[in-house]
Structures are given as structure tokens and as C-alpha cells.
């Protein structure tokens, strides 16, 4: 089993910059692929960031690339979510998930556990 929990949302103006943070527990993080997802009102989850277990590989929505920066830290079990530059259409639910093995990363299916969320709010 696997627990995950964000944290790091609020209520912020455009061009502001939140840092969005997962901390994980339960497993080997070290080994664990993480994705960062949101979900605005109304609308399905989606991808946002994907970062491999040695931090080798990081990959972004076209929508947040250039302004949103993916981390880890796997001796604080931690990774991150930078996100510069925010616009009103970021506004969201973020969600940190741990990605199945030899999955696509930007599939929702493709995660396995989930944490519970931080709300992003960003105004015009």
C-alpha cells in the first residue's frame, strides 16, 4: 500500500507561482515513477508532469511546458510540482499518482495509487 499526500495549492493571481508538493510513504519510492494530474470542474482528469524514478526523464502537457518544472527528492520521499506563470485555465484539483510499470505515462489508467488532492485556484 501506497499513501500520498499533496500539498502546496491556493488561491493565487495570474502570473503568480504555486509549488505543489507529494509527500510518499508505504513503498520504495526510489524505484517509483510519479505523474502530477489535474482536474478542473466538470472535466476528466488529465495529465500534467511525469517524472521517472531517477529523475532522468521528465515530461510535460503541452499546455504547462516552459512554465510548470517536475522534481524529486527520494531522500525525503517528496516530488514537485513548480508551476510559474499560472493562468486562470490551471485552476484545478492537482493530484499526485504513482505510475504501473511499463505503462504510458501521460494515461490516467497507467497509475495505481492516488493521493487525495490540493485545489489550485488561479484568478484573472
Known amino acids: 500500500q501506497v499513501q500520498l499526500v499533496e500539498s502546496g495549492g491556493g488561491l493565487v493571481q495570474a502570473g503568480g507561482s504555486l509549488r505543489l508538493s507529494c509527500a510518499a510513504s508505504g513503498r520504495t519510492f526510489s524505484t517509483s515513477s510519479m505523474g502530477w494530474f489535474s482536474q478542473a470542474p466538470g472535466k476528466e482528469r488529465e495529465f500534467v508532469a511525469y517524472i521517472s524514478a531517477n529523475a532522468a526523464h521528465a515530461y510535460y502537457a503541452d499546455s504547462v511546458k516552459g512554465r510548470f518544472t517536475i522534481s524529486r527528492d527520494n531522500a525525503k520521499n517528496t516530488v514537485l510540482l513548480q508551476m510559474n506563470s499560472l493562468k486562470p485555465d490551471d485552476t484545478a484539483v492537482y493530484y499526485c499518482?504513482?505510475?504501473?510499470?511499463?505503462?504510458?505515462?501521460?494515461?490516467?489508467?497507467?497509475?495505481?495509487?492516488w493521493g487525495q488532492g490540493t485545489q489550485v485556484t488561479v484568478s484573472s
Open positions: 499518482a504513482v505510475q504501473k510499470f511499463g505503462t504510458r505515462y501521460f494515461l490516467v489508467s497507467s497509475y495505481e495509487y
